[in-house]
């Protein structure tokens, strides 16, 4: 299939592309890395009169590891952070979430941000970064604002950007201490959307207890879901197999998931109690290299 036909911008500077923003209003797309646009473009579940294409934006294409944290502007491709080894040993659980992340062949052109901003909760890169405490950075014609993640993402395919804003860059804050995390997901096939995601978090403390669990799923809601009733139940123990089999009873008892023609509410809660189960097992075969490291 073929796109309706659309009018092609390519602006420089991110002022320019701001005031094509505004002037264009509702009638326009921004295209970074086009993984998710163009396929609806294709298929016509979209048919924008405008098209602003960022690529020549050199100052979206940057991104900076510092003592603050990591910061990635909206032009950067998911395949360039995931091939960082700085990044990898800084932020393990956002590499491991990037590798799940459909092909090679897709992560080559598909940016951070682009994924973020098409707020699709089945994707991995959303819970990761509610799961790591993120900003995104939204600009416009009237300045900056910067806005959680956990804020950012408001149903399915629908985020906290207005027409005339743009995605900047999300900043992703330096772990504390002896962090562990884990990504989890289950899948149809290799590069398929998840059924079921989760992203864990979590600190080990002297007595090897974990502390301060983010436990964050995708696939099951239409945001990524912080289940903060199963962080209740982790923080402050050892994640003893007893806890992890409580955990993973609770999480099927208390979750409602999305029905979908992929799968059932049903199996969806059972996968997801699964997910959350192995991820913090994953925790617990981190926990002498992270009390061991500092």
């Not at 970074?32 to 100052?59: F, H, K, T, W």
């Not at 990761?128 to 806005?147: H, K, P």
Request: aromatic share 6%.
């Amino acid at each position: 299939m073929k796109s309706a036909p659309f009018k092609y911008y390519v602006p420089s500077e991110i002022d320019e592309a701001l005031e094509l923003l505004y002037q264009l209003g509702d009638e326009a797309k921004i295209l970074a890395g086009g993984q998710s646009l163009v396929p609806m473009l294709n298929y016509r579940l979209l048919s924008p009169a405008n098209l602003l294409d960022i690529n020549r934006v050199s100052e979206l294409k940057r991104y900076s590891l510092t003592d603050e944290g990591l910061k990635i502007g909206a032009g950067v491709r998911q395949r360039e952070i995931e091939l960082s080894p700085e990044i990898e040993l800084a932020f393990p659980v956002l590499h491991q979430a990037l590798t799940n992340v459909a092909h090679v062949q897709i992560r080559n052109r598909g940016t951070i941000c682009g994924s973020l901003a098409h707020a699709d909760s089945a994707a991995e890169l959303p819970s990761v970064m509610v799961a790591l405490g993120a900003q995104m950075v939204i600009r416009s014609g009237v300045g900056d604002r910067a806005v959680k993640a956990e804020e950012f993402f408001k149903f399915h395919l629908t985020s906290d950007l207005e027409p005339a804003e743009i995605l900047t860059e999300v900043h992703v804050p330096k772990l504390p201490a002896k962090t562990v995390g884990a990504f989890e997901e289950v899948t149809r096939r290799k590069g398929d959307f998840a059924l079921v995601g989760a992203a864990l978090l979590g600190q080990w403390d002297a007595n090897g207890q974990i502390q301060n669990c983010r436990i964050v799923c995708s696939g099951v809601a239409p945001v990524p879901l912080r289940l903060r009733f199963a962080e209740d139940i982790v923080n402050g123990t050892d994640l003893s197999d007893q806890v992890l089999v409580n955990v993973q009873q609770s999480v099927m008892d208390s979750l409602d998931p999305t029905e979908d023609i992929h799968t059932s509410s049903h199996y969806r809660k059972i996968v997801t109690g699964v997910v959350v189960r192995r991820g913090l097992s994953r925790l617990v075969d981190q926990r002498g290299a992270a009390n061991g490291s500092r």
